[in-house]
């Protein structure tokens, strides 16, 4: 199957600073990109579609602005965590949907954030 | 717009015994289904989905799910459950077409020795 693959596996920040998670789907083009949060023992919430050469659209209560997203080609795209405080430890997963008749969504491995 | 619901947020079997996760959705288009296992920090792996074919769907390690539309469910199941299955599992929906999945809150399976 189609792979996801997104970076770093984990990092740990001190408050104030940014962080970048990449996301690559591997080997198919991805146009759109899903960008998902979850918390300890919760499901994942969407935060935002990445749109290849556009803006991304951003849910309900997500700060555009603290959560940059980028998806600058069909393989790639990037979240930065802006001026990262200790709220924003969290595990984020990014999706991919194959485009070639595949409707099954890829999965990164996940993020763990821990800002300190 | 689409939702899930998966009735139990924790799912105790012992080992051999049935698995049965329960998962029911409400979608406004014929829905595309799936059911994800993820292990802990770490991404997740589909098990399974339901692209309007058949109705009984089997994917990876012995799992299997139906889809019923007039019950608006599509349970997982297992028939013999192995130490290895212990793990968060969640239902997904979607609509066709390049859209995000929305996800269900999780049933954390334990398997009992």
């Known amino acids: 199957g189609a792979v996801v693959s997104q970076h770093p596996s984990r990092v740990i920040c001190k408050s104030g600073t940014s962080v970048k998670i990449e996301c690559r789907s591997l080997?198919?083009?991805?146009?759109?990109m899903f960008w998902y949060r979850q918390f300890p023992k919760q499901s994942l919430m969407l935060m935002a579609t990445?749109?290849?050469?556009?803006?991304?659209?951003?849910e309900q209560g997500v700060e555009k602005d603290k959560f940059l997203i980028n998806h600058a080609s069909l393989t790639l795209s990037t979240l930065t965590v802006t001026s990262a405080h200790p709220e924003d430890s969290s595990f984020y997963i990014c999706?991919?949907?194959?485009?070639?008749?595949?409707?099954?969504?890829?999965f990164g491995q996940g993020t763990r954030l821990t800002v300190v | 717009a689409q939702s899930v619901t998966q009735l139990g947020s924790h799912v105790s079997v012992s080992e051999g015994a049935l698995v049965l996760l329960r998962c029911n959705y409400s979608?406004?288009?014929?829905?595309?289904l799936f059911w994800y296992v993820q292990y802990p920090n770490q991404g997740l792996q589909l098990l399974l989905k339901y692209t309007s074919a058949a109705t009984l769907v089997k994917g990876i390690n012995g799992f299997e799910a139906e889809f019923k539309k007039s019950e608006t469910s599509f349970h997982l199941t297992k028939p013999s459950a192995h130490m290895s299955d212990a793990a968060e599992y969640f239902c997904a929906v979607s609509a066709t077409g390049n859209t995000p999945l929305v996800f269900g809150k999780g049933t954390r399976l334990s398997v009992i020795a």
């Open positions: 990445s749109n290849e050469g556009s803006k991304a659209t951003y």
């Open positions: 080997d198919f083009q991805a146009t759109t």
């Open positions: 979608s406004s288009v014929p829905p595309y």
């Open positions: 999706s991919a949907r194959d485009l070639r008749g595949n409707t099954e969504a890829f």
